[in-house]
């Protein structure tokens, strides 16, 4: 089933040319910062190559299962059963979309149209996406919260002017304020799929089970290949690293996160108590597992989901 003009494919395409120059942006100057910080990158791919093999093994089977846990979610946002094989194999390739579009665009439009020929209408769909991406945020949320109480400390914000302060509360107050009723349309259909879902028990456990495996176990892919390198920091600790930087990371539209998550995780990890060069390995290892690896057999299998009509 295909979707008719006009609608939620079309409005994504719509919204993709200032986020990708936000992107851009962003990533340019991710890059800058890069070149500046050459010198404790190289030490970072040189740390990296000399791994713990076991430990790497362990956070790729732990990508491996993030997949499957997203397909999860995925069937559990909806009531209507989705054939399982095909939902899992959308889920790798809308991986790798969304490395190419900025703030989740490339892997909401690949679910979309397989929900779409899946026979979900196209108000159906686009909630199916929202419900999943509240679940996964609320999940997140629920596993830090778990976490912090065991780290005290592991949070400290870095320094921030309170006239920096003042200027982001008054963009977020004012974009809050312009889509004051879009947010209200948008929720009321977010509720009535969330009341629906949860009339159902097993697609509620899997909505909610899928989500907090998914974030646990990108977490996990951190620690593991935090100790690979001999990060010394306790593994609760950068679990917690982790779930609050990408929490953060969403704040700025790159794509896959790609900068952003990355900047804030060594931070996060630095403030932790990580020297730069151990911090910058961590994530050179989760980025080599969970993105570049995947990237290429990511896109192979978006081809051939959509040369066979599955997307």
Not at 132 to 137: D, I, L, Q, S
């Amino acid at each position: 089933m295909s979707s008719p003009p006009g609608t939620a494919p079309t409005a994504l395409v719509r919204r993709t040319p200032w986020q990708a120059g936000v992107a851009l942006v962003v990533l340019l100057c991710t890059g800058c910062l890069a070149w500046r910080h050459w010198p404790v990158i190289e030490t970072a791919a040189g740390r990296l190559a000399h791994a713990d093999r076991g430990w790497l093994l362990v956070a790729a089977a732990a990508t491996l299962a993030t997949w499957a846990c997203s397909a999860l979610a995925q069937q559990g946002a909806v009531v209507r059963p989705l054939p399982t094989g095909r939902l899992v194999a959308v889920q790798f390739a809308a991986c790798a979309a969304n490395h190419l579009l900025p703030a989740g665009l490339g892997s909401g439009a690949v679910t979309f149209r397989f929900l779409n020929r899946c026979g979900l209408p196209v108000p159906r769909s686009a909630t199916a996406l929202a419900v999943k991406a509240t679940a996964g945020a609320v999940a997140r949320a629920l596993l830090i919260a778990a976490l912090a109480p065991a780290c005290p400390g592991t949070l400290r914000l870095p320094h921030v002017s309170p006239a920096a302060w003042a200027v982001t509360v008054l963009v977020l107050a004012t974009a809050v304020i312009a889509l004051s009723g879009l947010l209200r349309r948008a929720l009321r259909a977010v509720l009535a799929d969330v009341r629906a879902v949860h009339e159902v028990p097993g697609r509620a456990a899997a909505l909610w089970g899928g989500s907090l495996a998914f974030a646990g176990l990108h977490a996990a892919v951190v620690v593991a290949v935090a100790q690979s390198v001999g990060l010394p920091l306790p593994p609760v600790e950068v679990a917690l690293a982790y779930l609050a930087a990408s929490g953060a990371a969403v704040l700025l539209p790159t794509p896959g996160g790609l900068g952003s998550l990355d900047a804030a995780l060594a931070l996060a990890l630095t403030l932790a108590g990580a020297s730069g060069s151990a911090a910058a390995s961590t994530v050179l290892g989760y980025r080599l597992l969970t993105t570049w690896l995947p990237l290429l057999p990511g896109l192979m299998a978006l081809g051939v989901l959509v040369r066979r009509r599955i997307l």
